[in-house]
């Protein structure tokens, strides 16, 4: 999902996500590039290219690698230099003006073998803005969240002997839209939409449009995102024992501002930014005989972050004092985390058919925190660099906050696997997952204003009891594979994000989770490929005043399909392909009004391909969200006249159509 539109992404597992999209909080689903951990989610939304595979954990880990995490992890696994010369080049035109290219290039030689790729993407934007100003003066984009990203990755595979080789990897991505759409709905009334009817609070404005994508946005917004990173990967084998070492050094930076009361009217735009260096250091050591396989390793992860949102604002803080100057909020912080880890996992097989699976890991977060929230006013509303100290007039802290705390928590797993026969292995697992404590960054003083203490400002560590059972097996005389599980989730001090009025607010409850998968992979017959899954999950969060409901962005039901053929033609291979996702009523926040409610939906997207003989041709037309589907991804619920009277509304990409060309050489 895109809590913030193009502009940032977070993942879902098992109903289990974060919808906080303020920077300091960590995702409890890990995301991992080539083993390296992504602490920012706001750096997440990165270009996908030359890749090699990606691999989803579910359920709780930590004591394998990485950063500890309760819901999950993804991990996105390159392609990495080979001896061999080899690469493509691929290049896209696309529905909006869409034009995209991609390619690698790569070989070597027995020492040294290198490989250089990167994307860029860029289209016109499919929400039309219909703002213009009065005099001409000031007007914004036409159209909004277009695409602008570009991105490289060059990698030195270093191997002096056949037991040691030593990757060095230098990536780079940048981004710039102009993004921050929100559809605005009148909601005057409290928790209720309330279509067509004119706001009071913004000049009487309605949106009466009909069309999703489109509105009148006076101070549309942008994202500016620039990531980079290094880092070196050890594999060394010895004694039957493999060291790996993986070393980083990664920065994100990011400036974000919108225009929150999606209107013409100028009241309220939300800005944060980003600044974050993050440092981390594994070594792992491994080894396994025919029945016995174990893995042990330590992990350290230092993340400082300069960070700051806040709110350009006149009707809430009152005129500015310099004349043309709009009133604000400006709430600069910063959070140092210094985190150590010890893990380790053994597997024993007890019998030939039964096998044992024991781990755990020791976790040590010690973090500083300061955060401080100040009156502002902003010199022009509109510049580029709009929280510059040049831009900024009579800056007044009106409340601070100061604090540190160090935690200390334990994961652990425990698993019997057995081996019925050689086409069916059934499972029991149990997981404790921890999620470290962390800190709030209020974008502005509650009503009544906000208590900056511990209280508030703090919030505990997450503990995850998981229970699992399920089975994998190989029916149809090895032309399939049929895999189920059924889980229950049992949260102790569960960190929920609450959005409550214009405030963002994490604080620790109870939770439960129960849900069961099913899934099918096959290829019945020469050149089909089909996919077909299930997933059932009901989660509940217990809220302060004794009511239990649903999380944010977990659908009770979803289900998920793909059909692909291929057959020879003209020479070469035709291939057709279909999938499709439905995915029931979701929700945005915990409130559970219909404000915030999606109803459940199915995309589905078809393509057609043709490969050369040799597969060194490929072209290939595409058609995403083929029905061309209306779909919620976020939602704010900003109802009532005592705060916006509008509901924000942020919904998924339209029908997108192309068609692409790839050319691979070597190999």
């Known amino acids: ?164 080789n030593i990757l060095l990897n230098v990536r780079h991505g940048q981004q710039n839209i102009d993004t921050g759409f929100f559809k605005y709905v009148s909601s005057v009334e409290d928790n209720t939409l309330t279509p067509g009817v004119p706001n009071p609070i913004l ?26 990173g290094y880092s070196a990967t050890v594999h060394w084998d010895f004694d039957n024992v493999e060291l790996v070492s993986i070393s980083d050094y990664s920065t994100v930076k990011r400036q974000y501002i919108e225009d929150s009361d999606a209107s013409p009217v100028e009241f309220f735009n939300f800005f944060l930014d980003t600044d974050a260096k993050q440092y981390s250091q594994e070594l792992r050591l491994s080894s396994e005989t025919d029945s016995f396989k174990w893995v042990t390793g330590v992990y350290y992860l230092g993340l400082e972050l300069e960070d700051q949102n806040g709110a350009i604002t006149d009707p809430f803080m009152g005129p500015a004092a310099t004349p043309g100057a709009e009133a604000g909020l400006l709430n600069p912080y910063t959070s140092n985390l210094d985190s150590y880890s010890v893990f380790g996992e053994v597997e024993y097989g007890l019998t030939p058919d039964m096998n044992l699976i024991v781990g755990a890991r020791w976790i040590r977060d010690e973090r500083d925190f300061k955060y401080s929230t100040n009156y502002a006013e902003f010199l022009d509303a509109y510049k580029r660099n709009y929280n510059a100290p040049s831009n900024l007039a009579n800056e007044t802290e009106l409340a601070a906050y100061k604090g540190n705390r160090d935690d200390e928590e334990v994961s652990g797993r425990l698993e019997l696997d057995y081996n019925i026969n050689d086409d069916l292995m059934v499972y029991g697992s149990w997981n404790l997952g921890v999620r470290g404590g962390g800190y709030n960054a209020p974008i502005f003083p509650l009503s009544p204003p906000l208590d900056y203490d511990d209280a508030t400002m703090t919030y505990d560590p997450e503990n995850l009891y998981a229970y699992e059972v399920g089975f994998k097996s190989t029916i149809m005389g090895g032309l399939a594979r049929l895999n189920g599980a059924a889980y229950y989730y049992d949260y102790q001090d569960y960190q929920a994000f ?18 069961a998968e099913l899934e099918l992979q096959a290829s019945p017959i020469d050149g089909m490929d089909l996919l077909l899954g299930a997933a059932y999950n009901d989660i509940k969060v217990d809220l302060p005043n004794g009511d239990e409901v649903p999380s944010v962005v977990s659908p009770e039901w979803k289900f998920n399909g793909m059909l692909r053929y ?102």
């Open 498 to 515: 609450y959005i409550t009025g214009i405030d963002t607010i994490t604080f620790n409850t109870d939770a439960t989770s129960s849900g």
């Open 203 to 228: 000049d009487g404005y309605r949106d009466t449009s009909g069309d999703q994508y489109s509105g009148s946005y006076n101070n549309p917004g942008y994202n500016e995102l620039k990531t980079d």
């Open 566 to 667: 291929e057959w020879p033609m003209f020479g070469g291979y035709v291939a057709a392909q279909a999938d499709a996702v439905y995915i029931d009523t979701v929700y945005f926040a915990l409130t559970g009004f219909d404000t915030v409610k999606q109803d459940g939906y199915t995309v589905a997207n078809v393509s057609l391909s043709y490969t050369t003989q040799d597969r060194k041709w490929l072209a290939r037309a595409f058609v995403d969200n083929v029905g061309d589907t209306e779909y919620l991804v976020q939602t704010f619920d900003l109802s009532g006249l005592n705060v916006f009277g509008l509901t924000e509304q942020y919904y998924g990409r339209p029908q997108w159509w192309g068609v692409s060309l790839q050319y691979s050489f070597g190999g």
């Open 1 to 164: 999902m895109q809590p913030n539109g193009e502009a940032n992404y977070a993942i879902a597992i098992r109903g289990v996500a974060n919808s906080d999209f303020t920077t300091n909080v960590e995702s409890p689903v890990a995301l991992y590039v080539d083993e390296v951990y992504i602490s920012q989610m706001s750096g997440a939304g990165f270009l996908l290219y030359d890749m090699d595979r990606v691999e989803i954990l579910r359920g709780p880990q930590g004591t394998l690698f990485g950063r500890n995490a309760t819901g999950g992890l993804v991990h996105y696994i390159t392609k990495k230099p080979t001896k061999e010369f080899d690469g493509y080049i691929m290049g896209t035109v696309g529905d909006y003006d869409q034009y995209k290219v991609q390619g690698a290039v790569g070989g070597g030689n027995d020492l040294v073998s290198v490989r250089f790729s990167g994307a860029y993407n860029e289209a016109d934007g499919y929400v039309d803005n219909h703002y213009k100003s009065t005099d001409g003066s000031k007007n914004p984009p036409d159209k909004l969240n277009n695409a602008d990203d570009s991105s490289y990755r060059a990698q030195v595979m270093i191997t002096p002997t056949d037991d040691l």
